[in-house]
């Protein structure tokens, strides 16, 4: 059981973690009705023992309870991930904004964190890893062609290419970026008002990675996620004169 999700483990846990003794029940209700929260001794009761059971809390016979290390840890466990959340939350409303400089925002995250996978995966991609890139560029060069969209093939080659850096910290930051849905919408969307399928690319960071070169790979990450900036960025100007003109004539 996480602890974030249960109403009062958290609380409690806390309470007993910044006091020097052990500590009952009815201490813990009166510290919650401190702080606005009215709760019943019973309930507190049966959340301590299900905190014993889970090894987070220890009794110190008639004195109450005591945190555990594994109490400790997950508590920073929990504030780390509500913290994790907080930021994928933020992130999420960034993204998913209709306002297009926010998505160069976006573009920016992903040069810092896609320069390093690029780098890392041609030092470390495994030859089954090879093989499922060339894949992705198949079924991207392919729907290309027949103008079916690309965008689950540009997300599953960059995934990929994170995959294969051996990095997860480096893979969750991606992997976060890129499944928030408009994002890689509104990347097909200028790719098809651009005429680009950045296709060619993708196919000089896969012959980089594939030769195991750090450098070309992520040489033309660069250029790659560079272009995709300049095509936001022209995409941005163009939409704004656009509205601009349609204010005009409204007000004529």
Same mark, same amino acid.
């Given at each position: 059981m996480e602890i974030k999700q249960g109403k009062?483990?958290?609380?409690?846990?806390?309470?007993?973690?910044?006091?020097?003794?052990?500590v009952g029940s009815w201490s813990i209700v009166n510290t919650l009705k401190e702080?606005?929260?009215?709760?019943?001794?019973?309930?507190?009761g049966r959340e301590l023992n299900q905190l014993e059971m889970m090894g987070l809390v220890e009794k110190n016979k008639f004195k109450g309870r005591s945190i555990t290390p594994a109490g400790k840890e997950k508590i920073l466990e929990t504030n780390n991930s509500l913290e994790l959340e907080y930021h994928t939350d933020k992130l999420s409303e960034l993204i998913n904004s209709d306002v297009l400089e926010n998505f160069l925002m976006v573009l920016d995250a992903r040069i810092a964190i896609?320069?390093?996978?690029?780098?890392?995966?041609?030092?470390? !991609?495994? #030859?089954?890893?090879i093989e499922e890139l060339q894949e992705c560029l198949n079924k991207q060069f392919s729907h290309a062609k027949?103008? /079916?969209s690309i965008a689950d093939d540009d997300i599953a080659f960059h995934k990929g290419i994170a995959k294969a850096s051996k990095n997860k910290a480096l893979l969750s930051l991606y992997i976060m970026l890129s499944t928030m849905g408009q994002q890689s919408e509104m990347f097909e969307?200028?790719?098809?008002?651009?005429?680009?399928?950045?296709?060619?690319?993708?196919?000089?960071?896969?012959?980089? !990675?594939? #030769?195991?070169?750090?450098e070309k790979a992520e040489k033309?990450?660069?250029?790659?996620?560079?272009?995709?900036?300049?095509? /936001?960025?022209?995409?941005?100007?163009?939409d704004i004169r656009i509205r601009q003109m349609k204010s005009e004539i409204t007000d004529l």
């Open positions: 009062w483990k958290k609380l409690i846990l806390e309470i007993i973690n910044n006091s020097d003794e052990p702080q606005g929260i009215e709760v019943s001794s019973a309930t507190i896609e320069r390093q996978t690029a780098i890392l995966a041609a030092q470390r !991609i495994t #030859e089954n890893e027949e103008n /079916i969307h200028i790719r098809k008002q651009v005429g680009d399928s950045y296709t060619s690319l993708h196919l000089k960071i896969f012959e980089a !990675i594939k #030769e195991r070169n750090p033309f990450m660069l250029m790659h996620l560079d272009q995709l900036k300049i095509d /936001i960025d022209s995409y941005c100007k163009k």
